[in-house]
């Protein structure tokens, strides 16, 4: 008797044949058919015309059967949302069961019942259960808000059962508390701007101690959890990593990878000359060692991730070569893993082993496989300097199997390895001649042609061997014809006299016959450079050629940092930041590594050295095929920054402000006392205004003149909390001074008067200039508008978040407080424009770990509107440059409190996602600055 | 978190899904069949496939995929993990996991799938708890359950999932009480052509059966450990694994066996000659047995003329898969397999060499050293029947030539 039974085919009247059964007086037979009805379900058959008679099966005392009408409910509710409304007193009767597991049940099913008309009836009963006296119900219950709030998020909201599920987080049941953090974490993903986990140091406490006590799976929701937190020092830093330190050693490989992360994120905090540095180090070797010996699925993700470890941190495993060599059986996706970071962790030390299992990978049958091997003995040979010579020889060797794809991918890195060491290993250029006719791949050939043109004066027949591939030249791949020109002009430039003719038939193929843009312009540039001064074109086409750096493949050291963040994640296995790939609008908030601090150390203090290079100095990585010879036309790209300066003095500041102040009493008088109807803000300083501050823009153009993104007033102060005074406002700069611009509404049935109002300390100082000035007695429905100055010479406290401001107002009835964001756009003084070389200097100067990374999504400008947009809000571009087609805008800020903030906006042409780096030697203010980018970007 | 699992055979069809969420309509599994087609192995399909609104993360085990769906950044061991318990809670459910057993038992599969997540989120994976939850299916008891009407489903609260001690049932009770233990090494090693040691590590693991009345607390003391040297848990009821270990490669593992051979292939003739012998290195004292030699040999063999001196040897000239089952190793009387392999004429010589795989086991014998030198309980006072068994297996044990 099995349940294969159930699986008989669909014939016509077996709906009708369990449609009977199911209304059954017999116990037995109802089950039987209900059984049925399941296997058809999971089979995928579609069986919901019974939906009327399987839900009458479920008042029962059967816990079986109940279980398999719950099973049924779940999955056809959505198609028959009137017949489920049968269902809801069966659930609000069983969350009251007594038997907890019942309960359990109830609310569990109840919570994947996704028809909005029920989810009302669930709120009642699922408080109940968020506080029922049986931890297992609890913790069901947390479960189920999550699905709630994928259904209806308004609803879990307004019912407060966030409140309840952050309560839980300090439940007694470490069980419920993991289940707690699990549905907070999944409905903050969909939320990514809540503070719903929101950690403190007394919340970490109460997640460490659950971290020991629930279950494997809840450790990892919990481990996730603190690695988004960032411990305020060093020693706060250090006490997580103990606690979490136990978790390596965890059977489940979750569990571990999640630990891994959190201690690669807190570790950044932890100063190097610490002792307990080294042992974390040391410690965290053997459970990735570990991963490896697990399934190979789970081998993949670990691989990809100590891809990543590698890179940030090589010294964890650099005793552990061996543990990377390829079984011949492993699938394919562990082979290329294993290999890649073979070739990351290969040094001196190791490299005669690492070659020896190279050359072994080489004669192995996957055709995959063996081209990586042997692209790896070529990056060993780059990497490894006193290997060059046994990785080129053992090339050779490879070279003489004739096995086709081995001969051209060893042919591809000997290319590098020439470029590398050059003049160095020429003698082998006779034994790649020989094997010409046998690359069919374009980059095979593109390299043989690169070799060919480099040394075209050491090989006598040069030109036949080029013009061999000329014959052909249309049906080349781009790059094996853009390798071709150029080869052939270099081939002209050392040997003039017999390749005149070649050189023509190239140049009229590249450009006459070619529709291909990037080729004929190659072609246009060498043809005019030949034909006007042949000096010049030596002097470029055969430049000397930067060197190639060691390291292939690098993952950019700000997006290695994020993706440290991501570790375990499957950002982590496509090395790509969450933003990248994460499906829908939902913005993704960015990571970042924490920046070092110790605790008796202030954060400015300016001994907090630079760690790593600058970002201005990133090794550079071997080109890519499609641009090898593209050092030709990088050569005007020179130093990092170099576009032309900006035309501004500091002395055209005092001016300009004058003017400002002329035309703004002309145009903008009205901006202090707007009419109360005024729907439009006055906002002339935006380019998106009227035709008016269209000419304001040109203004801008000659100097800068401050008219600052204006938000829409918003209601910070609402008539149900301050006895009828309804208070909406937003901030102002303009021309340097910043105010703040009110809108009083008496919404009660009394005069107001004897207004007055006062700030709480805050980050910025900002205080009011002026007492508040409200002439007449506001009477009852009555507006006034009034524009309150401001300065930033009150006293400083620093607020979280940061731009908060509290303020009280008082009229004749009470004292009312109301704290409101400002955005930090209005703090950005006029005169923030750094020189070039001095924005060079100290974007050097700020240590890296204050650099922030975000994106600005979904913004519609060029970079030449972004900038001037940006500039009348006083963010002045410093310079501007174009980098492999993506324009780099360099620009600086100055806070009112002397805060400079740096900047680097990377804008893709097409793309409208932009990424914004900031720097700052203060980097809590880079959050806000970026908001600040945002808001005026995108208005 | 998990959407939805589908259940797929090596022939592409889906003989099972389960929901968690909503239902996701499976013809997202086309993203997985094409990635299968492109894979030239089953074993070689990627384990996270990206389709343009999920994610598909799959693990292959007993000639099925698991293939999980999801939706939302969930962490893929998380995942992948969970996918192993699935198949390892059918394989303590029905002894073993494969198609016709799943659909034998699809309702079963099902309660118990609904059982291990809820909304994606784990809920019961301890196969102790879930056997309170759904009993698993015996002949005796599906009888009894046609006859009476009684049910696979437990109603009680599985009693364990609250305590302090969640992996252990309450209230066990047993007449006789036992305790034992496996302590299985597996060496992983690559030889290289010369016989010399290329990588070897050990991976251990110390399985255990226990059956011991009321809430007892063991304490394993070990020859070799850090510096304390024991172990004290309270174990859950029935078997289980107590811990797994890893000797990594830095350390000095012994090679208890060894390959010798000869293979030749001749440029220009189409004979080539075979020419292997097994033999005991390091073993202290242990007889070597089950061994199984196996290797791929290159396209260009088409069929092997051999002779084993012991044992059963197979060709497949399809596969070009050589297998010889030789049994046990005499010291005294080395066995070997030798013989001719006739090769494609007139073909060059095949570019690689075969690896030769390895298999064997040792008893009474943990490789590594380690050994349990006692067993103490406390916390109950009746006297168990206690037993520890040693045992040292090849796992990934391949020899180059």
């Not at chain 1, 080029?466 to 052939?488: K, M, P």
């Not at chain 1, 055969?542 to 060691?550: G, M, W």
């Not at chain 1, 035709?691 to 100097?703: A, Y």
């Not at chain 1, 207004?755 to 900002?766: E, V, Y």
Request: hydrophobic residues 40%.
């Amino acid at each position: 008797m099995t349940d294969s039974k159930y699986f008989t085919t669909t014939k016509k009247g077996e709906i009708f044949e369990l449609k009977a059964e199911l209304n059954s007086d017999k116990k037995e037979k109802k089950k039987e058919a209900v059984k049925k009805v399941i296997a058809s379900m999971t089979v995928g058959k579609d069986v919901s015309a019974l939906f009327p008679d399987v839900v009458n099966c479920m008042q029962t005392d059967n816990l079986e059967l109940k279980k398999l009408v719950y099973l049924y409910l779940m999955n056809y509710a959505k198609s028959q949302p009137d017949m489920a409304i049968m269902a809801v007193n069966t659930f609000v009767k069983d969350c009251e069961d007594p038997n907890p597991l019942i309960r359990a049940l109830a609310v569990r099913t109840m919570g994947c019942i996704r028809v909005d008309k029920i989810t009302e009836y669930l709120c009642e009963p699922l408080r109940k259960c968020l506080k029922d006296e049986d931890p297992y119900v609890r913790k069901t219950a947390a479960v189920c808000v999550a699905k709630l709030h994928d259904i209806n998020a308004q609803l879990v909201e307004d019912q407060g059962f966030l409140d309840t599920l952050k309560d839980l987080i300090s439940d007694s049941n470490p069980m419920v508390v993991a289940n707690a953090v699990a549905a907070l974490s999944e409905i903050a993903e969909s939320h990514p701007s809540s503070n719903l986990l929101d950690l403190n140091p007394q919340s970490i406490n109460k997640l460490l101690t659950a971290l020991n006590e629930c279950t494997e799976w809840g450790q990892i929701f919990i481990l996730d959890c603190l690695a988004n937190y960032t411990p305020k020092d060093d020693r706060e830093a250090q006490s997580i990593c103990e606690r979490v330190t136990p978790r390596l050693s965890h059977a489940n490989s979750a569990v571990v990878l999640s630990a891994v992360k959190v201690l690669m994120k807190f570790m950044e905090m932890l100063s190097k000359d610490l002792d307990y540095y080294g042992t974390l180090l040391k410690k965290l070797a053997p459970p990735l060692v570990t991963l490896l010996s697990a399934e190979p699925e789970l081998q993949y993700v670990a691989l990809r991730n100590i891809n990543l470890i590698v890179q940030k941190r090589p010294e964890i495993l650099k005793h552990e070569m061996k543990v990377f060599f390829v079984k011949y059986n492993d699938p394919i996706y562990v082979k290329l893993e294993k290999l890649d970071i073979m070739i990351r962790l290969a040094s001196q030390a190791n490299i005669a082993q690492v070659l020896a299992e190279l050359k072994e990978y080489a004669t192995e049958v996957d055709v995959d496989f063996v081209r990586k091997a042997v692209r790896a003995i070529g990056r060993c040979a780059i990497k490894v300097e006193q290997s060059a010579e046994r990785c080129v020889s053992t090339l050779l060797d490879l070279i003489q199997t004739k096995v086709n794809y081995v001969v051209q991918e060893a042919i591809v890195v000997i290319k590098d390895i020439f470029r590398k060491y050059p003049n160095k290993y020429e003698s082998v250029i006779a034994t790649l001649c020989e094997n010409l006719d046998s690359l069919d791949e374009p980059e095979a050939r593109a390299a043989m042609i690169w070799i060919v043109g480099e040394y075209a004066e050491r090989i006598d027949n040069a030109d036949e061997l080029l013009e061999s591939f000329l014959e052909g030249f249309h049906d080349e791949s781009t790059q094996v014809q853009l390798q071709l020109l150029t080869a052939i002009v270099k081939l002209f430039l050392k040997k003039p006299t017999e390749t005149q003719e070649l050189v023509q038939q190239v140049l009229s193929l590249a450009t006459q016959d070619s529709d291909n843009p990037d080729l004929r312009d190659r072609g246009y540039i060498y043809w005019r450079l030949l034909s006007t001064d042949p000096v010049a074109a030596k002097e470029v086409v055969l430049a000397e050629k930067p060197l190639i750096s060691e390291e292939t493949d690098l993952i950019e050291p700000t997006l290695l940092d994020e993706l440290i963040c991501y570790i375990g994640t499957l950002a982590s296995v496509y090395h790509k930041p969450p933003s990248a790939f994460v499906e829908g609008g939902r913005g993704v908030v960015h990571k970042s590594l924490p920046p070092r601090t110790a605790s008796n150390e202030s954060t400015e203090s300016p001994e907090t050295a630079p760690a790593g290079p600058p970002s201005g100095e990133q090794p550079d990585v071997i080109p890519a095929q499609g641009d090898l010879l593209g050092d030709l036309l990088n050569l005007d790209l020179g130093p990092p920054v170099s576009g032309p300066p900006l035309a501004t003095s500091s002395v055209q500041m005092g001016a300009v402000d004058l003017l400002g102040g002329g035309l703004d009493s002309l145009i903008g008088g009205p901006n202090f006392v707007t009419p109360p109807a005024a729907a439009v803000p006055a906002n002339l300083g935006a380019p998106m205004g009227s035709g008016l501050s269209d000419l304001f823009d040109l203004t801008s153009g000659v100097g800068t003149l401050s008219g600052s993104y204006v938000a829409p007033k918003a209601v910070w102060l609402p008539a149900m909390k301050a006895k009828g005074l309804e208070i909406s406002g937003t901030f102002t700069r303009q021309v340097g001074s910043i105010s703040m611009d009110l809108q009083l509404t008496n919404k009660a049935l009394q005069v107001m008067t004897d207004f007055a109002i006062q700030f709480n300390r805050n980050s910025f100082g900002l205080a009011p200039a002026a007492p508040l000035q409200v002439h007449a007695p506001l009477s009852p429905n009555q507006t006034v508008e009034i524009s309150l100055p401001l300065n930033t010479v009150g006293s400083v406290m620093k607020m979280e978040p940061l731009n908060n401001l509290q303020v009280a107002v008082k009229n004749n009835i009470d004292v009312f407080y109301f704290s409101t964001l400002y955005p930090l756009h209005i703090l950005f003084v006029e005169d923030g424009k750094m020189e070039r070389q001095m924005f060079l200097a100290t974007w050097k100067d700020i240590p890296n770990e204050n650099e922030a990374q975000f994106q600005i999504r979904d913004c519609p400008l060029n970079a030449e509107a972004a900038s001037s947009r940006l500039q009348s809000s006083n963010i002045f571009t410093v310079a501007k440059r174009n980098v492999e087609g993506q324009d780099m805008l360099y620009q600086s800020l100055k806070l009112t409190n002397g805060i400079w903030v740096l900047a680097e906006l990377r804008i893709q042409p097409g793309n409208p996602n932009f990424m914004l780096s900031l720097k700052c030697r203060a980097p809590e203010v880079s959050p806000h600055v970026c908001q600040a980018y945002e808001t005026i970007l995108k208005n | 978190m998990i959407h939805s699992l589908f259940l797929i055979n090596s022939s592409g069809d889906i003989f099972l899904e389960k929901h968690w969420k909503s239902v996701v309509s499976r013809s997202v599994c086309d993203y997985f069949f094409e990635a299968q087609e492109r894979a030239t192995e089953a074993e070689n399909v990627p384990p996270v496939i990206p389709t343009p609104h999920h994610y598909l993360l799959s693990v292959y085990r007993h000639k099925i995929f698991f293939v999980a769906v999801i939706q939302t950044e969930v962490p893929p061991l998380f995942v992948i993990e969970f996918l192993h318990r699935v198949v390892d809670t059918f394989q303590d459910y029905f002894g073993v996991c494969s198609e016709p057993v799943i659909k034998d038992n699809v309702v079963v599969v099902y309660e118990v799938l609904e059982e291990m997540l809820d909304n994606g989120f784990p809920l019961a994976t301890e196969s102790n708890i879930l056997k309170e939850l759904i009993k698993p299916p015996t002949i005796l008891r599906t009888v009894v359950n046609t006859i009476t009407g009684s049910t696979n489903v437990g109603d009680q609260l599985p009693t364990g999932q609250l305590s302090v001690v969640p992996w252990r049932r309450t209230g066990v009770k047993y007449t006789n009480n036992e305790a034992y233990f496996d302590v299985i090494e597996e060496i992983d090693a690559i030889i290289d052509k010369s016989g010399s040691t290329i990588t070897a590590e050990i991976q251990g693991v110390i399985d255990a059966c226990v059956k011991l009345t009321g809430m007892p607390d063991l304490t394993l003391s070990f020859m070799r450990w850090e510096s304390e040297r024991i172990l004290s848990f309270i174990p859950p009821d029935g078997n289980f694994r107590l811990l797994s270990y890893h000797v990594s490669a830095q350390n000095l593992v012994a090679i208890p066996v060894y390959v010798k051979h000869s293979i030749s292939f001749r440029d220009s003739s189409s004979l080539g000659r075979f020419e292997i012998t097994v033999g005991p290195k390091q073993t202290m004292g242990k007889t070597i047995e089950g061994v199984i030699v196996t290797s791929q040999m290159p396209k260009g063999v088409l069929n092997m003329s051999l002779t084993p001196s012991q044992g059963t040897h197979t060709f497949d000239p399809v596969t070009k898969m050589l297998s010889w089952d030789v049994g046990k190793i005499n010291p005294q009387k080395l066995p070997s397999l030798k013989g001719t392999m006739s090769l494609q004429a007139g073909a060059s010589k095949p570019d690689e060499n075969p690896t030769i795989n390895l298999q064997f086991k040792i008893q009474q014998l943990a490789i590594s050293g380690l050994k349990v030198n006692r067993l103490d309980m406390y916390g109950e006072k009746y006297k168990p029947f206690k037993g520890i068994k040693y045992m040292t297996k090849a796992g990934k044990f391949q020899v180059r030539t």
